[in-house]
């Protein structure tokens, strides 16, 4: 069992993230190949360096066609790839000054991707048509999907009405496309990563504007994984849209690295070289000797309630899962002089205490709450679609070591088919559960 845990006290970035990943062993001709496979004006070139002293690998997408770093705005002295310069205005000390800091920063300066950036559809037909292996196109498409989603909710617009700027440009391809082959070239049966600091300072300008840090999509990415982010000690933006993207599409689990033998280690550099920290991602490769279940410190929240209207238990159980719970539930009990009575549990984190107390006071008629620390086993987690009579369903997916233990259909996709399809719901999901059934079957890590 190969087991990854990447190190993201300085932040993520694509550029970094792939650094790491060719530091570690990925074999640099494979990742060459997938990302020219997308577009042949495409290059990826490595040099050793340093930060702060740790020995480090820069890995930079280059655009052949111009000489220039795929997101430059001067010709890169390949092999000797020093920071650039761009016509807007980062901090000095700016930790991704090219690598997808603000997703509509700027246009490349040569125009390919012409005024208006890319649209997610035109992403996808490159990534789809470049005949990849097919866990590559996959996992390169998830990791776009994110990022599209992530532009929308920042929008208020849809997925495919999404024009990518910066992240949609050659070296965000680049970058995404060849993290995920030296991914897969790697063999890792789970990844798992650190609290990822994203930063902080004032606001930068972007091309819609100012850009907070950290940015919106990357708030929105962290979100929707569930990931657990910082500020960290320097005053700038140190997780990018690409680099939140990719910890979404494959980390499975956050916290300190797990039980592991260290066989390889990577490390991959920033840009920039901050005076306040090693601008690095690390990526410790090992192995375990079992497999294990990764856990996670949590509270339950416990009150005994008998005086309650029952019809108001689902808005109870709605809101505590609205404010950040990650379970709520009731069990039925008899309380003392025989009074039957629901006893209310609510699982959440430390950080989510305040909220979750105030919604148990606000919305029930108790008048004093219990708190137990637990430890939850918590099974990986991937969500996967697959397609049953022409409608996507999302089949959530549940892994121990790497291999697919559990694979269940969403009900509210399933309830749709159904509808649409005018069948019983009980038929919608054998059928989905029917078409869920190579899931199971997924090689460790895929």
């Known amino acids: ?91 000095r000390d700016h930790a991704h000054p090219h690598d997808h800091a603000h997703p509509h920063e700027h246009v490349r300066p040569h125009e390919q991707v012409g005024a208006h950036g890319r649209p997610w559809a035109e992403v996808r037909r490159l990534i789809t048509e470049a005949g990849l292996p097919e866990i590559v196109t996959r996992r390169s498409i998830g990791a776009f999907s994110r990022l599209a989603e992530a532009e929308a909710a920042v929008h208020g617009t849809t997925p495919d009405e999404v024009h990518f700027h910066e992240v949609g440009a050659l070296d965000a391809i680049g970058d995404v496309v060849g993290c995920v082959a030296a991914l897969d070239n790697l063999g890792l049966t789970s990844l798992s990563a ?61 916290g300190p690295a797990p039980v592991m033998t260290i066989d390889r280690v990577g490390v991959g550099a920033g840009t920039r070289d901050p005076h306040r920290l090693a601008n690095v991602v690390r990526i410790l490769v090992g192995s375990v000797a079992r497999a294990t279940i990764p856990t996670e410190e949590a509270l339950v929240w416990e009150c005994n309630v008998d005086d309650l209207d029952p019809r108001i238990w689902p808005t109870v159980l709605g809101a505590l899962l609205e404010a950040g719970a990650a379970d709520a539930w009731l069990v039925p009990i008899i309380m003392k002089k025989g009074r039957p009575a ?25 008048l004093g709450i219990r708190e137990v620390a637990v430890t939850k086993h918590v099974l990986d987690r991937r969500v996967e679609t697959v397609t049953v009579d022409a409608h996507p369903v999302r089949v959530k997916l549940g892994l121990v070591a790497g291999r697919v233990v559990n694979a269940q259909p969403e009900f509210e996709d399933v309830a749709a088919l159904a509808a649409e399809r005018g069948i019983p719901v009980k038929v919608a999901m054998a059928r989905a559960t029917a078409a869920a059934s190579d899931l199971w079957e997924s090689a460790p890590g895929q």
Do not use: F
């Open 1 to 91: 069992m190969s087991v990854a845990w990447l190190d993201c006290s300085a932040g993520v970035a694509g550029d970094m993230l792939l650094g790491a990943l060719l530091d570690a062993g990925a074999d640099l001709e494979i990742v060459r190949a997938a990302v020219q496979q997308v577009d042949p004006v495409l290059d990826v070139t490595v040099e050793t360096t340093a930060r702060h002293g740790i020995t480090a690998t820069k890995a930079t997408v280059i655009d052949t066609s111009t000489g220039m770093a795929a997101d430059a705005t001067e010709p890169a002295n390949i092999g000797h790839h020093q920071p650039h310069s761009h016509a807007h205005d980062h901090p």
């Open 194 to 254: 650190s609290v990822v600091t994203v930063g902080s300072g004032e606001q930068t300008l972007g091309q819609h504007g100012r850009i907070p840090i950290p940015g919106p999509a990357v708030t929105h990415l962290a979100r929707a994984a569930r990931m657990p982010i910082v500020g960290g000690p320097v005053t700038m933006e140190m997780t990018t849209p690409t680099g939140a993207a990719l910890l979404a599409e494959y980390v499975t689990s956050y």
């Open 342 to 366: 629901h006893e209310l549990r609510v699982l959440g984190t430390l950080g989510d205490r305040d909220a979750l107390l105030a919604v148990i006071a606000r919305h029930t008629s108790t």
